[in-house]
Protein backbone atom coordinates (compact mmCIF):
# COMPACT_ATOMS: atom_id res chain seq x y z
CA UNK A 1 0.00 0.00 0.00
CA UNK A 2 1.34 3.58 -0.67
CA UNK A 3 2.98 5.42 2.64
CA UNK A 4 3.51 9.05 2.79
CA UNK A 5 6.13 9.39 0.88
CA UNK A 6 4.17 7.82 -1.90
CA UNK A 7 0.75 9.67 -1.70
CA UNK A 8 3.12 13.17 -1.12
CA UNK A 9 4.96 12.28 -4.33
CA UNK A 10 1.70 11.71 -6.23
CA UNK A 11 0.30 14.55 -4.43
CA UNK A 12 3.18 16.89 -5.96
CA UNK A 13 3.12 15.44 -9.40
CA UNK A 14 -0.47 16.40 -9.44
CA UNK A 15 -0.30 19.97 -8.38
CA UNK A 16 0.81 21.63 -11.58
CA UNK A 17 -1.64 20.24 -13.99
CA UNK A 18 -4.85 21.11 -11.47
CA UNK A 19 -4.05 23.64 -9.56
CA UNK A 20 -6.33 26.59 -11.00
CA UNK A 21 -8.12 24.08 -13.24
CA UNK A 22 -11.70 23.65 -13.83
CA UNK A 23 -13.51 20.52 -13.77
CA UNK A 24 -15.20 20.21 -16.88
CA UNK A 25 -16.16 16.81 -16.34
CA UNK A 26 -16.26 14.28 -13.83
CA UNK A 27 -17.16 10.56 -14.38
CA UNK A 28 -17.01 7.52 -12.73
CA UNK A 29 -16.96 4.60 -14.55
CA UNK A 30 -17.55 1.89 -11.50
CA UNK A 31 -19.83 2.42 -8.78
CA UNK A 32 -17.34 0.73 -6.18
CA UNK A 33 -14.62 3.81 -6.27
CA UNK A 34 -17.25 6.38 -4.60
CA UNK A 35 -19.18 3.61 -2.07
CA UNK A 36 -18.13 5.94 0.59
CA UNK A 37 -20.35 8.92 -1.50
CA UNK A 38 -23.94 8.83 0.79
CA UNK A 39 -24.93 9.84 -2.94
CA UNK A 40 -23.22 7.46 -5.26
CA UNK A 41 -21.96 8.60 -8.72
CA UNK A 42 -24.45 10.82 -9.36
CA UNK A 43 -23.91 12.73 -6.08
CA UNK A 44 -19.68 12.94 -6.45
CA UNK A 45 -20.02 13.89 -9.92
CA UNK A 46 -22.66 17.07 -9.29
CA UNK A 47 -20.83 17.74 -6.79
CA UNK A 48 -17.39 18.64 -8.70
CA UNK A 49 -18.29 18.88 -11.75
CA UNK A 50 -17.77 22.96 -12.90
CA UNK A 51 -15.97 23.64 -9.59
CA UNK A 52 -12.28 24.99 -9.77
CA UNK A 53 -8.93 23.22 -8.04
CA UNK A 54 -7.81 25.88 -5.61
CA UNK A 55 -5.35 23.60 -3.71
CA UNK A 56 -4.39 20.48 -3.08
CA UNK A 57 -3.08 19.11 -0.05
CA UNK A 58 -2.31 15.60 2.33
CA UNK A 59 -2.07 14.18 5.77
CA UNK A 60 -1.25 11.29 5.93
CA UNK A 61 -2.42 8.48 3.21
CA UNK A 62 -4.97 10.83 2.35
CA UNK A 63 -4.77 13.50 -0.49
CA UNK A 64 -7.55 16.02 -1.81
CA UNK A 65 -8.33 18.62 -4.48
CA UNK A 66 -9.42 21.88 -2.45
CA UNK A 67 -12.27 23.24 -4.41
CA UNK A 68 -13.33 27.06 -4.96
CA UNK A 69 -16.63 26.57 -2.80
CA UNK A 70 -14.58 25.33 0.50
CA UNK A 71 -15.21 21.48 -0.02
CA UNK A 72 -12.56 18.91 -1.50
CA UNK A 73 -12.42 15.66 -3.62
CA UNK A 74 -10.79 13.52 -1.06
CA UNK A 75 -8.30 10.67 -2.60
CA UNK A 76 -7.43 7.85 -0.94
CA UNK A 77 -4.94 5.18 -2.99
CA UNK A 78 -5.77 1.90 -1.16
CA UNK A 79 -3.41 -1.04 -2.77
CA UNK A 80 -3.25 0.14 -5.87
CA UNK A 81 -4.95 3.16 -6.53
CA UNK A 82 -2.86 5.52 -9.15
CA UNK A 83 -3.84 8.95 -10.47
CA UNK A 84 -2.53 9.37 -14.48
CA UNK A 85 -2.17 12.68 -16.51
CA UNK A 86 -3.93 11.93 -19.67
CA UNK A 87 -4.70 13.57 -22.78
CA UNK A 88 -8.85 14.98 -23.06
CA UNK A 89 -10.38 12.01 -24.94
CA UNK A 90 -7.96 9.55 -23.80
CA UNK A 91 -10.19 6.31 -23.60
CA UNK A 92 -10.49 5.02 -19.89
CA UNK A 93 -8.15 1.93 -19.65
CA UNK A 94 -9.46 -1.32 -17.70
CA UNK A 95 -8.93 -0.02 -14.43
CA UNK A 96 -10.29 3.20 -14.89
CA UNK A 97 -12.38 3.87 -12.20
CA UNK A 98 -13.25 7.84 -12.47
CA UNK A 99 -12.02 10.44 -14.96
CA UNK A 100 -11.78 14.36 -14.48
CA UNK A 101 -11.71 16.08 -17.41
CA UNK A 102 -9.89 19.48 -16.82
CA UNK A 103 -10.47 23.17 -18.84
CA UNK A 104 -6.90 23.18 -19.28
CA UNK A 105 -6.35 20.71 -21.69
CA UNK A 106 -5.73 17.83 -19.10
CA UNK A 107 -7.33 14.83 -18.01
CA UNK A 108 -7.04 13.12 -14.64
CA UNK A 109 -7.70 9.10 -14.37
CA UNK A 110 -8.00 7.53 -11.16
CA UNK A 111 -6.91 3.78 -11.91
CA UNK A 112 -7.51 1.24 -9.26
CA UNK A 113 -6.59 -2.39 -10.13
CA UNK A 114 -7.25 -3.73 -6.83
CA UNK A 115 -10.19 -1.54 -6.14
CA UNK A 116 -9.65 -0.97 -2.51
CA UNK A 117 -8.79 2.90 -3.11
CA UNK A 118 -11.84 5.59 -3.45
CA UNK A 119 -12.83 9.26 -4.29
CA UNK A 120 -15.43 11.20 -1.85
CA UNK A 121 -16.63 14.76 -2.47
CA UNK A 122 -17.44 16.01 1.16
CA UNK A 123 -17.21 18.92 3.25
CA UNK A 124 -13.80 20.23 4.68
CA UNK A 125 -13.32 20.72 9.01
CA UNK A 126 -10.34 21.79 11.61
CA UNK A 127 -8.79 19.35 12.83
CA UNK A 128 -5.34 18.95 14.69
CA UNK A 129 -4.91 22.79 13.43
CA UNK A 130 -5.49 21.92 9.67
CA UNK A 131 -8.43 21.96 7.70
CA UNK A 132 -9.20 18.53 6.24
CA UNK A 133 -11.88 16.83 4.16
CA UNK A 134 -14.20 14.50 6.80
CA UNK A 135 -12.76 11.48 5.66
CA UNK A 136 -8.92 12.74 7.19
CA UNK A 137 -10.97 14.08 10.31
CA UNK A 138 -10.04 11.69 12.79
CA UNK A 139 -6.53 10.38 11.80
CA UNK A 140 -3.43 12.17 13.42
CA UNK A 141 -1.07 14.77 11.82
CA UNK A 142 1.51 12.74 10.09
CA UNK A 143 5.45 13.41 10.63
CA UNK A 144 6.00 15.80 7.90
CA UNK A 145 3.30 18.64 9.22
CA UNK A 146 4.60 21.80 10.20
CA UNK A 147 4.54 22.04 13.65
CA UNK A 148 4.25 18.87 15.03
CA UNK A 149 5.69 18.29 18.34
CA UNK A 150 7.89 15.17 18.42
CA UNK A 151 8.29 14.86 22.17
CA UNK A 152 4.44 15.31 22.97
CA UNK A 153 4.19 12.76 20.79
CA UNK A 154 6.77 10.84 22.19
CA UNK A 155 4.87 10.72 25.62
CA UNK A 156 1.94 9.63 23.84
CA UNK A 157 3.18 6.73 22.17
CA UNK A 158 4.89 5.80 25.76
CA UNK A 159 1.19 5.36 27.19
CA UNK A 160 0.81 2.73 25.07
CA UNK A 161 1.30 -0.95 26.02
CA UNK A 162 1.20 -2.03 22.65
CA UNK A 163 4.38 -3.10 20.81
CA UNK A 164 6.26 -0.22 19.53
CA UNK A 165 5.48 -1.16 15.38
CA UNK A 166 1.87 -1.64 16.42
CA UNK A 167 1.82 2.07 17.48
CA UNK A 168 3.60 3.69 14.47
CA UNK A 169 1.37 1.82 12.05
CA UNK A 170 -1.86 3.13 14.46
CA UNK A 171 -3.22 6.20 12.36
CA UNK A 172 -4.77 7.01 14.86
CA UNK A 173 -1.67 8.22 17.02
CA UNK A 174 0.59 9.11 13.66
CA UNK A 175 -1.05 8.80 10.27
CA UNK A 176 1.32 7.87 6.80
CA UNK A 177 3.36 5.00 8.22
CA UNK A 178 3.11 1.68 6.69
CA UNK A 179 5.01 -1.12 7.31
CA UNK A 180 7.86 -0.50 4.97
CA UNK A 181 8.66 2.76 6.30
CA UNK A 182 8.27 1.23 9.76
CA UNK A 183 10.47 -0.94 9.83
CA UNK A 184 13.26 1.31 7.97
CA UNK A 185 12.29 4.31 11.20
CA UNK A 186 12.91 1.06 13.56
CA UNK A 187 15.91 -0.16 12.17
CA UNK A 188 17.57 3.67 12.24
CA UNK A 189 16.66 4.16 15.78
CA UNK A 190 18.18 0.54 16.19
CA UNK A 191 14.68 0.34 18.08
CA UNK A 192 12.94 -3.34 18.43
CA UNK A 193 9.52 -3.13 16.97
CA UNK A 194 8.22 -6.24 19.21
CA UNK A 195 9.44 -3.81 22.30
CA UNK A 196 6.26 -2.24 24.59
CA UNK A 197 6.10 1.12 23.80
CA UNK A 198 5.78 2.36 28.00
CA UNK A 199 9.13 0.02 28.33
CA UNK A 200 11.34 2.67 25.65
CA UNK A 201 12.40 6.03 26.87
CA UNK A 202 10.43 8.92 26.11
CA UNK A 203 14.25 9.96 24.88
CA UNK A 204 14.37 6.92 22.68
CA UNK A 205 11.14 7.24 21.29
CA UNK A 206 11.50 10.68 20.23
CA UNK A 207 15.02 9.98 18.41
CA UNK A 208 12.69 7.20 16.76
CA UNK A 209 10.49 9.51 15.66
CA UNK A 210 13.02 11.87 14.35
CA UNK A 211 14.66 9.28 12.05
CA UNK A 212 11.28 8.54 10.62
CA UNK A 213 11.16 12.44 10.00
CA UNK A 214 14.03 11.84 8.10
CA UNK A 215 13.69 8.17 6.22
CA UNK A 216 10.36 9.72 4.84
CA UNK A 217 12.16 13.01 3.41
CA UNK A 218 14.95 10.70 1.76
CA UNK A 219 12.06 8.49 0.77
CA UNK A 220 10.20 11.83 -0.52
CA UNK A 221 13.65 12.47 -2.62
CA UNK A 222 13.66 9.71 -4.46
CA UNK A 223 9.85 9.31 -5.66
CA UNK A 224 9.04 7.06 -3.09
CA UNK A 225 9.56 3.33 -3.35
CA UNK A 226 8.19 0.98 -6.33
CA UNK A 227 8.35 -2.88 -5.75
CA UNK A 228 5.82 -3.23 -8.82
CA UNK A 229 3.74 -1.15 -11.45
CA UNK A 230 0.90 -0.60 -9.21
CA UNK A 231 2.17 2.60 -7.83
CA UNK A 232 3.40 5.05 -10.10
CA UNK A 233 4.04 8.81 -10.39
CA UNK A 234 1.49 10.77 -12.49
CA UNK A 235 3.39 10.44 -15.60
CA UNK A 236 3.70 6.41 -15.12
CA UNK A 237 7.11 6.94 -13.43
CA UNK A 238 7.90 4.52 -10.27
CA UNK A 239 10.13 5.46 -7.10
CA UNK A 240 13.39 4.16 -6.75
CA UNK A 241 13.82 4.53 -2.62
CA UNK A 242 14.19 0.86 -2.42
CA UNK A 243 17.15 1.06 -3.63
CA UNK A 244 18.62 2.56 -0.13
CA UNK A 245 16.38 0.54 2.48
CA UNK A 246 18.50 -0.94 4.77
CA UNK A 247 15.81 -3.60 6.63
CA UNK A 248 12.48 -3.84 4.94
CA UNK A 249 12.60 -7.17 2.15
CA UNK A 250 16.47 -7.68 3.10
CA UNK A 251 16.30 -10.91 4.70
CA UNK A 252 19.60 -12.79 4.26
CA UNK A 253 21.16 -9.79 3.32
CA UNK A 254 24.27 -8.38 5.85
CA UNK A 255 22.81 -5.30 7.78
CA UNK A 256 24.58 -1.81 6.61
CA UNK A 257 26.11 -1.33 10.54
CA UNK A 258 27.37 -4.51 12.01
CA UNK A 259 26.75 -7.00 8.88
CA UNK A 260 24.53 -9.50 10.65
CA UNK A 261 21.72 -10.71 8.66
CA UNK A 262 18.63 -9.12 8.66
CA UNK A 263 15.69 -11.31 9.71
CA UNK A 264 12.43 -11.56 8.15
CA UNK A 265 9.93 -12.40 11.18
CA UNK A 266 5.86 -12.11 11.38
CA UNK A 267 4.30 -9.09 12.73
CA UNK A 268 0.39 -8.19 12.93
CA UNK A 269 -0.12 -10.65 9.91
CA UNK A 270 2.87 -9.08 8.04
CA UNK A 271 6.25 -9.64 7.67
CA UNK A 272 8.71 -7.74 10.08
CA UNK A 273 12.58 -7.00 8.86
CA UNK A 274 15.37 -5.93 11.38
CA UNK A 275 19.02 -6.40 12.63
CA UNK A 276 18.75 -9.21 15.67
CA UNK A 277 22.05 -7.79 16.86
CA UNK A 278 21.39 -3.61 16.34
CA UNK A 279 17.80 -3.73 17.07
CA UNK A 280 18.01 -5.88 20.22
Not at 1 to 17: A, N, Q
Not at 197 to 215: I, W
Amino acid sequence: MPELPEVESVRRGLEPYVLGARLDDVQVLRDRAVRRQAGGAAQFEGWARGRTVVGTDRRGKFLWLVLDDGSAVTVHLGMSGQLRIEHPGTAPGRHTRAVFELGNGHAVHFNDQRTFGWVWATEMVDSAGKRVPVPARDIAPDLLEPGLDVVALAHRMRRSRSAVKRVLLNQNVVSGIGNIYADEMLWAARVDGKTPADEVSVRRLAKLLREGQRVLLAALDAGGTSFDSLYVHVNGESGYFDRSLNAYGRAGQPCARCGTPIVREQFMNRSSYLCPRCQR
